[in-house]
């Protein structure tokens, strides 16, 4: 096996007197996905820089120089420096900069300070600005969805359960159950947020820092909202990059139940809905084709931000308290997580925005069997007891489909066999929207609560009234 000589720059390695085998530094770097971290590390670096200055550690011209000096690792980490370097991680990479920079008293930045609670915090950072960016999308997908239930709040289509037409429903009303899963994501994201905003830094290595301190200076300067209160949980705990890809993987899985769902009525057998060319491909062989694959795309998504989130409670079980180096995997779940997600969002969101409804195509799939329910009601109205008159209407339908008519067609004479109230309630079912609008209840089909609920959604997903 090759060895690789430790002349670079390390954090560790006084008490080896040997090389590292080639094949474990492999192993061992992380570079390539951590790097990303380095806006983070710089920022907690500047901060513990400007904590050591209290305590003693530093005099001001030391503070000013780090400082300076990691503005100026900063740039060169902008400009695309570390494509070529070879350290072990993002905090080797900066630290060994920090000493291109200014030198000597760039060993004096880690005083009390340790890889194991500069991570956990940079890490912290680092999601607590990824679910804002997460937030936004979703918001920008609900936005979406409201937009396109304003348009369609007078379409009528059949409403589905099991896959089989059930009660006619407005248009909007179904983009809106898709919506509301959005806004309870966004609940949720918050959530992870709060978790997420407490500062391990000062922890060392697990039980504390050797250096007096001041941790809540350095929770004010770094934006956190608490202080940890373990330092051996808070150096190994990644519960809040568990529930981050939690929900993810919720709000994936959200995603793609509206992907599947426009992806059934693009087809053209229902033909509820035409995407966007913008958001189609074609096929290879098949010249007529004009595959949603977007939608497609949107489902399988979410099938690999699920599968990171395994990985991570994979690796998180069985882990001791305080830090291993199993956690070094967190990061690649985690960052793939939030990349496919932010991939995803943009173009659901597109194609949502961009579809269009066919009115013709809903309205010709509803069937006057879609009004059974309302038959019921009817005879219950009259004081027949539901279970009866469940059965009844039953009787009826099973009537209309010996004869091959529709529900509201059975003969006056056949209908009054099965029940004398059965005519009557027939002759006053009225229209679609007369059977939605007898919806009226709170979270309803009618048009009343669906403006409620537009309203609602419009405030929480940001967009303007009216």
Request: with cysteine; proline share 4%.
């Amino acid at each position: 096996m090759g060895l690789v000589k430790m002349s670079g720059h390390l954090l560790w390695g006084g008490r080896f007197r040997s090389s590292t085998e080639e094949a474990f530094a492999k192993l061992n770097e992380s570079l390539s996905v951590d790097f990303r971290l380095w806006p983070y590390d710089l920022r907690s670096a500047k901060a513990w820089a400007t904590v050591l200055a209290r305590c003693g550690v530093l005099d001001a011209s030391e503070e000013r120089l780090l400082h300076q000096g990691l503005e100026d690792v900063g740039r060169r980490l902008e400009s695309g420096e570390w494509d070529a370097a070879d350290d072990e991680d993002v905090h080797t990479l900066v630290e060994r900069l920090l000493y291109d920079q200014i030198g000597e008293p760039a060993g004096k930045l880690n005083t009390g300070r340790s890889r194991n609670d500069q991570v956990a915090t940079d890490l912290r950072l680092w999601c607590l600005d990824a679910v804002q960016s997460v937030d936004a999308e979703v918001a920008a997908l609900g936005q979406a969805l409201v937009m396109q239930a304003r348009q369609g709040i007078d379409l009528v289509l059949p409403g589905y359960t099991h896959g089989q037409r059930a009660q006619p429903v407005r248009w909007a009303y179904v983009l809106l159950a898709h919506a509301w899963p959005l806004a309870r994501d966004r609940a949720r994201l918050k959530d992870v947020a709060d978790r997420a905003s407490e500062l391990p830094l000062g922890c060392g290595a697990l039980a504390g820092s050797g250096i007096a301190v001041d941790r809540e200076l350095l929770r004010e300067s770094l934006g956190f909202r608490r202080l940890s209160p373990n330092g051996l949980d808070a150096t190994g705990a990644r519960d809040f990059v568990a529930e981050f890809l939690f929900v993810l993987a919720l709000a994936s899985t959200d995603v793609s139940r509206l992907g599947a769902e426009l992806l059934t009525y693009a087809s053209a057998e229902y033909g509820f809905v035409r995407l966007s060319e913008g958001y189609c491909s074609g096929s290879s062989l098949l010249p007529q084709k004009r595959n949603p694959d977007v939608l497609e795309l949107t489902r399988a998504k979410s099938a690999r931000v699920l599968g990171d989130l395994v990985g991570v409670l994979t690796v998180m079980r069985g882990l001791p308290a305080g830090y291993s180096k199993d956690l070094q995997e967190d990061k690649g779940f985690l960052f793939d997580a939030v990349d496919a997600f932010l991939l995803t969002l943009p173009a659901i969101r597109g194609a949502v925005a961009e579809m269009t409804a066919d009115s013709g195509r809903m309205e010709a799939a509803l069937d006057h069997t879609l009004l059974a329910t309302d038959l019921a009601d009817r005879l219950v109205s009259a004081g027949v007891p539901f279970r009866e008159a469940h059965g009844l209407v039953g009787n009826l339908v099973q009537a209309a489909e010996t004869l091959g008519r529709p529900l509201t067609d059975v003969p006056v004479e056949t209908a009054s066999t099965i029940h004398p109230e059965l005519p009557r309630a027939i002759a006053s079912l009225g229209t679609w929207v007369d059977s939605i609008e007898r919806r009226a209840t709170a979270g309803g089909s009618s048009r009343e609560s669906v403006e409620v609920q537009i309203d609602h959604l419009s405030r929480e997903f940001g967009l303007p009234a009216g």
